[in-house]
């Protein structure tokens, strides 16, 4: 069985701080992981995603991943915060072999205060 | 580029009626895929489309939830009757194939079930 544990809702952090969003996954095998962002009254966008290869993950907006597969993760981080990053994160996993859909964290909810 | 079209983007209905939802993909995405996002968790895939073929529907309530694409390009997905806990947003969204490609998401349908 696949799942994905963000371990936090909510995450509040300082404009111009680097921010870190957590995501923790359970998966049979190598895991295809991805990163989107909900803004208000709109739909999930992509963020990026590891597939293979470098375990650093440039993406979207300046945001950047990183896998590790020892203690299961793929962190969101940004060096430097900024107000409009304030929105709903989501961390997906799919398995490499088997169903071909996409599980979906609960969400973390980003606050970058001014 | 035109982005996912969905509509309406909300819906008031009595439990026990019925209740229609469309989507129209990116324009050349093969795959479509609809999502039911209750209040405070993840989306979890309803049904996954290839061309007019289903792909993945093995989580769809099939008892009360139906969905067509047709012609390989437009969908409808249909609640009937719906319950009070069918109240959700339902998220469409498409790829250009099946691969390990990222999702486009349309805004959603909130759907409110009294």
């Known amino acids: 069985a696949q799942s994905v544990a963000q371990p936090e809702d909510q995450v509040n952090v300082a404009e111009g701080n680097p921010l870190t969003v957590k995501c923790t996954y359970s998966v049979s095998g190598n895991p295809y992981l991805f990163w989107y962002v909900q803004y208000p009254n709109r739909g999930l966008q992509f963020l990026l995603k590891y597939i293979t290869g470098d375990n650093l993950v440039k993406g979207s907006y300046g945001f950047e991943a990183e896998f590790n597969k020892s203690q299961t993760s793929f962190h969101l981080k940004k060096p430097s915060a900024l107000v409009s990053d304030s929105a709903l994160y989501f961390c997906a996993v799919r398995a490499k072999t088997g169903a071909n859909n996409l599980f979906f964290g609960t969400g973390t909810r980003l606050t970058v205060i001014p | 580029e035109a982005g996912v079209a969905q509509s309406p983007r909300y819906k008031i209905i009595e439990k026990r009626q019925s209740v229609a939802f469309w989507c129209n993909p990116i324009?050349?995405?093969?795959?479509l895929y609809w999502y039911q996002q209750i209040l405070g968790q993840g989306p979890k895939l309803l049904i996954q489309f290839q061309n007019n073929g289903v792909v993945d529907d093995s989580q769809l309530p099939k008892d009360r939830f139906s969905a067509e694409r047709l012609k390989g390009v437009d969908s409808t997905l249909k609640i009937q009757p719906a319950k009070l806990e069918d109240s959700a947003v339902y998220l469409c969204a498409s790829s250009t194939g099946t691969g390990l490609l990222e999702q486009y998401f349309g805004p959603g349908t909130r759907l409110t079930v009294t």
């Open positions: 324009s050349g995405h093969a795959t």
